[in-house]
């Protein structure tokens, strides 16, 4: 499988005026992660830049915690991917409810963190990061190249790391997956 990097976008396009933002509606659950996951993909390469920045900080301070925080986590996070692989239930969850699925697996690795006293690291280093692209993702408004992006990725046309990620927790636009089944169909 061929990785391919989405571009850094311009600043001013990842965090423009108040006028690109808006509150999603909380009443139409699909809506909003079809914004989320559709930020995601497009504006990767900007939230690695953010998170990046924010960890080699708190890894500064702290680099023996941080590198314990960021195994745990994934260790953890590849755990419950391959648990739902395996367990129909786990995998519904995963589907249906991916936000509770991320943050059971945040919980799990708190609490794996905090046996070891590195919850003030796990925190400021891997929490806050996550959550300030969440709050983006959720807030910032699709222009027609995002959404152009993303029916690429979605089809196969282009694979990301942002797109892994999303595929391991089976979330992706719902026309997009209507169009890659498809694709499939037609392939078969």
Same mark, same amino acid.
Request: charged content about 20%.
């Given at each position: ?38 930020? &995601? &993909? ?64 945040? &919980? ?16 400021? %280093? ?29 089809? %196969? ?32």
């Amino acid at each position: 499988m061929d990785v391919n990097f989405a571009p850094l976008r311009a600043w001013d396009d990842f965090f423009p005026g108040s006028d690109r933002f808006a509150r999603p509606d909380f009443r139409d659950i699909s809506k909003w992660n079809n914004r989320v996951v559709s930020n &995601l &993909l497009y504006y990767q390469t900007n939230y690695l830049v953010v998170a990046a920045m924010m960890i080699s900080v708190v890894g500064f301070l702290s680099p023996f915690n941080m590198i314990l925080g960021g195994i745990v986590v994934v260790l953890v996070f590849t755990g419950f991917v391959w648990a739902a692989h395996n367990k129909d239930i786990l995998r519904r969850m995963k589907k249906q409810y991916p936000t509770t699925f991320v943050m059971v697996v945040m &919980l799990a690795s708190y609490f794996l963190i905090s046996m070891f006293g590195g919850v003030m690291v796990f925190v400021f %280093g891997i929490t806050f990061p996550l959550l300030l692209m969440f709050i983006h993702a959720s807030l910032r408004l699709r222009n027609l190249k995002n959404k152009l992006e993303n029916k690429m990725e979605g089809i %196969g046309l282009k694979r990301t790391p942002m797109g892994i990620v999303l595929d391991a927790l089976e979330q992706q636009e719902e026309s997009v997956s209507k169009i890659a089944d498809y694709i499939s169909r037609v392939k078969e």
